[in-house]
């Protein structure tokens, strides 16, 4: 960026902003997925009309990131959640600077719903992840969520298998271990990665309040995008019925997004909806300037 990104935020602005199109919130066997390629906002006014939806804190915390691009990811994940959230308050219409956050123990974002007065609508969780190249905001309606995306290129420095002795479960490395291929036992790597981080962060405590070792992932044979989840624990050896307590709280989602990054989402088991498969909304956004519902997505 030939105009430095702080600068920008460091003036004085005074942008009229334009409305968000409202959504209806999502159903409950819904999750709507939200995501913006960085490299496609280059307008300097845009990214200048987006500092301004963020807090005084947030806006410090941008302007600590090193490097103009790390700036502007910083201020497209704020602006993402924030104009996303906002988008869903139809009744309210919500400002998306008036939100307010609060984070819980494990220091994971949470809208602060109990401080917005006069809002009646069930409050919507959500949790953001990104890459580079790729941020995505998941948003679900009564059950926590968590989503991770990574790049499906993504180098491993050390050994794929040595990693997963350090932080996979036993079954996770035998599996592994039975794929001959190095690259296809990289991606398999990155796929188990990829859901883990989501169920993790779905339970909001992040990976160093729960290991990845201690609970296993795999896919339900004969099925495409089923996972089963076990959970390891050093008293219990009845994997089936631990199987069966844990695939009652927690459903998953596998995609493949934009061909280059792979999208895992977790959510916590609602059951009013009788054990239903999650459905998943994909909506491609540069936020104030267009929107693009995506209907044709690989699920894996």
């Known amino acids: 960026m030939r105009i430095s990104l702080m600068s920008q935020m460091q003036r004085s602005f005074s942008f009229e902003l334009p409305s968000l199109v409202p959504l209806q919130l999502p159903s409950r066997m819904?999750?709507?997925?939200?995501?913006i390629l960085p490299d496609e906002v280059k307008s300097t006014s845009l990214l200048k009309h987006y500092s301004q939806l963020l807090s005084p804190p947030e806006t410090d915390k941008v302007l600590q990131m090193r490097g103009d691009d790390l700036k502007k990811n910083a201020l497209l994940a704020r602006t993402l959640v924030r104009t996303t959230i906002a988008r869903y308050q139809?009744?309210?219409?919500?400002?998306?600077?008036?939100?307010?956050?609060?984070?819980?123990?494990?220091?994971?974002?949470?809208?602060?719903?109990?401080?917005?007065?006069?809002?009646?609508?069930?409050?919507?969780?959500?949790?953001?992840?990104?890459?580079?190249?790729?941020i995505a905001c998941g948003v679900t309606l009564h059950v926590p969520v968590g989503v991770d995306v990574e790049d499906k290129e993504r180098k491993i420095k050390h050994d794929v298998l040595a990693l997963a002795e350090r932080f996979y479960s036993t079954d996770e490395v035998k599996f592994l271990s039975t794929i001959p291929d190095l690259e296809l036992r990289r991606k398999e790597f990155i796929k188990l990665w990829t859901l883990k981080e989501a169920y993790v962060k779905a339970l909001g405590k992040g990976f160093s309040a729960a290991p990845f070792n201690t609970f296993t992932i795999q896919s339900k044979s004969g099925t495409k995008g089923g996972y089963n989840l076990y959970k390891t624990s050093e008293t219990t050896t009845d994997s089936l019925e631990k199987t069966k307590t844990y695939n009652r709280e927690w459903k998953f989602a596998l995609l493949d997004l934009t061909d280059s990054h792979y999208a895992a989402i977790c959510i916590e088991n609602d059951q009013a909806t009788g054990g239903a498969p999650m459905k998943v909304i994909i909506r491609k956004t540069i936020p104030f300037v267009e929107d693009e519902l995506i209907s044709d997505i690989k699920l894996l």
């Open 90 to 134: 139809t009744n309210n219409a919500v400002d998306p600077r008036s939100l307010m956050f609060k984070k819980n123990m494990y220091g994971k974002p949470e809208v602060d719903w109990q401080n917005y007065k006069n809002c009646n609508i069930p409050p919507l969780h959500f949790n953001i992840s990104h890459t580079d190249s790729l």
């Open 30 to 35: 819904e999750t709507h997925l939200w995501y």
